[in-house]
């Protein structure tokens, strides 16, 4: 895939059971903190931005998911979003995430290749 699409890296590919945290340019859901498929829903669709599932949201819901510290846009993690960049969000590789997490997330061993 990353040949065909001339990426410079291979996409990280995760099961969605083991997504923690879903990272987007609008912001951050903390998915493992859902109660419900619906609610896990909601809090993806507050960070998806101009997608159809994130124009689907709604404001009153997501104003809610903020307040309850499950959803966080970079205001609230007191960044500025003209300061946001692809370098800050976006990791290159498992190990990358390993240690962005402080020893959080434990990648199972078929994909640690370090």
């Keep these: 895939m990353a040949r065909d699409y001339k990426m410079p890296l291979a996409p990280v590919m995760i099961y969605a059971s083991d997504v923690t ?3 987007t340019e609008e912001g951050i ?6 109660e419900s498929l619906e609610q896990r829903r909601a ?3 507050a960070v ?3 997608t159809p599932l994130g124009l689907s949201q709604n404001p009153e819901v997501t ?4 307040r309850d510290g499950l959803v ?6 007191g ?3 003209s300061d946001a960049s692809r370098d800050l969000l976006a ?3 498992i190990s990358d995430l390993e240690t962005w997490s402080n020893g959080l997330y434990k990648p199972p061993a078929k994909f640690r290749s370090w």
Excluded: T
Excluded at 29 to 34: D, E, L, P, S, T
Excluded at 63 to 66: E, G, N, T, V
């Design 21 to 23: 945290h879903v990272l």
């Design 29 to 34: 859901a903390y998915v493992y903190k859902a």
């Design 43 to 45: 809090m993806i669709a």
């Design 48 to 50: 998806a931005g101009v």
């Design 63 to 66: 104003a809610q998911l903020r």
């Design 72 to 77: 966080a846009y970079p205001e609230d993690l």
């Design 79 to 81: 960044i500025r979003r």
């Design 91 to 93: 990791a290159s590789s």
